[in-house]
Structures are given as structure tokens and as C-alpha cells.
């Protein structure tokens, strides 16, 4: 339905102008017009009418091209819709609030993670939202090397908003947490631009990956420093303006949180077993029994007698053989001779 309205024309304006950025050099997005940017346009058009008091944040055009590149439209506007509300809430709002608020949080624990950087950057007057807002709003897409951004999206949705903060502290670990590393970084500039252009090392997959997962950050701490900072924010700049919801850490959280669509699925046997025959009462059967007993005393009649139809036997006549498959009720025997096909 979303699809089908026309949208708001000073988002799609905006909208227009950033398809070609986003990954130029996929396949998906290298020609102008093509399949890729038009489920771009399509997807980042949806979400302003999804959330119109909201609109369009430029941020949002590559988390949606990289869900692209992995599932159908409809699918990367709902992951889309998650990641906006649940993963990050507020990041994509108007006066960018809560991308603030992590940047202070970032800060703070950078202090105990990496006391180097944190004095450096401290001296240095650098604010976190510098060099931590296209990090975090992007969630490393367009600054880690392929194979470390698939990694880093996969611990990112199982595991929350604390893989985005984990990142972002070994990034700045290994580029200011020594005097070594500082010798080049004696200014504000050199310290900017050393962030800017990342070394290749500390963003390959296995170091980078690795380091994450030692990194001792946890989901109770990033929650407890949300609540130092929120206190000092309003101290210095009042309430949030933008009320978004609280955010869940990981795909387990949310899952818990909303209540079940739909009913489980209950088992449902492949084979159905017919059932048996009904019991025979006690009176016919002591009536059978003294029936076979009478028979089984007269003697066969011979030949002729079976010829004229006369069974053989007082079983054959009580309880005639019958095949399993004549048994069942779709026969496989052929109605033209005796053979069985199986």
C-alpha cells in the first residue's frame, strides 16, 4: 500500500539525489535508473510515509542498500523499520539526539576501555560526534572493508546496539591507545584525519572480529551510562524533544518483547493409521466355535463337491484368506489378472 502512494515531494527529492551514492560501484547500483536504486527509491520513499514525522535521514540510504543487496524490497523496508525503532531508536530523528547521547556514552567508556585515546582526544577538543556519527548512524557500512561489515551486521542483529559501541572502542583503541601511535597525532587535524583513514589492520575480519568479542562491554553497562548521560543532558540542554522508544539489545529481546502473531504450529502426522475392526461379542463367537467343531466333523465331499463351490475346509469357509491388499481400500492389484505391481 505504502508503495502505491505518491509520497511527500520534498523527501523525494532528497531521496533522488542520494541513490547514486550508495555503493556506485555494485552491481546493484551502478547504473542510474536501474533495478537496485529503484527498490532504494522505493524502500527509503515507504519508510517516510511509514514515519512521516520522521522523513528521511541520509544515514538510512546505506543500512537500506546493504538489506537490498540480502532480501526483496518489502522485506529490507521491515528490517529497515526495525532497525529505526528497536536497534536505534532516535538515531534517525530530526535534531539527531539520541546519535548525541551515544556519542557521550562512547566517551565514557572509552575512559576504561582506552584511558590513552580518551586523554588525547580529550586534550584535543575533539567531539565524539565528529568521528563516531557516521559510524553509528551507518552501523560501519561504509567505513569497514566488505567481509567486515557482513560480520559485524550479523553480532549486530543478534546482539544489539553493544556491537555498534564495541566497534567503534577498538577502532579508537588501536588508532590512539598508545604513545606510539599518538607521535602523528600531535593536532586536532592529524587526529581527525588519522581517524578518518582507518589502518587497514585493525579493520581486517579476523583481528577486528576477535577483538569485539574480547572487548568487556556489556549490555548493563551501555544501559547504566545511557542513564549518567540522559541526567546530564537534561541538566544542560532539557528533555529529549524526541520520544522514541526504549531500544532492545538484539533479535532474543525483541522477540520477547512483542507477543506472538500467530499460533505455533502443531505437529501434524504424515500417516494416518485406519482404525481396527470392532470387537466381536462373546456370543457369536462361542456360536462360530461349536459351528467350526460341527463342520470339521463331516467329511469333505470330494472333488465334485469342490467343484460345485464347496469349500475345502471349515477355515477356508470361517476365515477365507484375504490378501493385505485386498484389505486395504485402494487396492493396487490390477482388476485384470492376479499380478500385484508394486
Keep these: 500500500e505504502l508503495d502505491l502512494l505518491p509520497g511527500e515531494p520534498k523527501w523525494l527529492d532528497v ?21 537496485g536504486q529503484q527498490d532504494l527509491f522505493r524502500v527509503l520513499k515507504a519508510y517516510t510515509l511509514y514515519r512521516p514525522e520522521e522523513g528521511y535521514c541520509q544515514a538510512q540510504a546505506p543500512i ?25 531508536p532516535g538515531y534517525y530523528s530530526e535534531k ?8 557521550q556514552i562512547l566517551f565514557s567508556l572509552l575512559h576504561k576501555i582506552s584511558p590513552v585515546a580518551y586523554k588525547h582526544l580529550s586534550k584535543q577538543k575533539i567531539d565524539p560526534i565528529l568521528y563516531m556519527t557516521e559510524w553509528f548512524m551507518c552501523a560501519f557500512s561504509r567505513t569497514l572493508p566488505w567481509s567486515s561489515v557482513l560480520r559485524v551486521w550479523d553480532m549486530f542483529f543478534c546482539e544489539g546496539v553493544k556491537i555498534i559501541f564495541r566497534v567503534g572502542l577498538v577502532l579508537l583503541k588501536h588508532t590512539l591507545g598508545s604513545s606510539d601511535k599518538l607521535k602523528s597525532c600531535q593536532g586536532q587535524y592529524e587526529t581527525m584525519e588519522r581517524l578518518r583513514a582507518l589502518s587497514p589492520k585493525i579493520m581486517q575480519e579476523t583481528f577486528l572480529v576477535q577483538e569485539v568479542i574480547e572487548l568487556p562491554v556489556t549490555e548493563r ?20 524533544q524526541c520520544k522514541s522508544p526504549p531500544r532492545l539489545h538484539g533479535a532474543k529481546a525483541i522477540s520477547e518483547a512483542e507477543p506472538p502473531t500467530h499460533k505455533a504450529l502443531q505437529p501434524v ?36 463337491a469342490e467343484g460345485n463351490g464347496a469349500p475345502g475346509s471349515a477355515r477356508e469357509l470361517l476365515h477365507p484368506e484375504v490378501s493385505p491388499h485386498h484389505q486395504s481400500k485402494e487396492s493396487l492389484s490390477s482388476r485384470e489378472s492376479e499380478d500385484t505391481y508394486l
Design 64 to 88: 537500506a542498500a546493504v538489506l537490498l543487496m540480502h532480501m526483496p524490497a518489502e522485506q529490507a523496508f521491515w528490517c529497515l523499520v526495525q532497525i529505526c525503532e528497536k536497534y536505534l
Design 96 to 103: 539527531l539526539e539520541a546519535i548525541q547521547l551515544d556519542g
Design 15 to 35: 531521496i533522488e539525489r542520494d541513490l547514486h551514492r550508495q555503493f556506485p560501484f555494485h552491481e546493484m547500483f551502478v547504473s542510474r535508473g536501474g533495478h
Design 269 to 304: 502426522p504424515s500417516i494416518i493409521v485406519p482404525p481396527g475392526p470392532a470387537p466381536v461379542p462373546k456370543a457369536r463367537k462361542s456360536k462360530e466355535k461349536s459351528r467350526e467343531k460341527s463342520l470339521a466333523a463331516t467329511p469333505a465331499n470330494g472333488p465334485e
Design 221 to 240: 553497562q551501555i544501559e547504566r551510562e545511557h542513564l549518567i548521560q540522559l541526567k546530564k543532558w537534561r541538566e544542560t540542554h532539557g528533555e529529549l
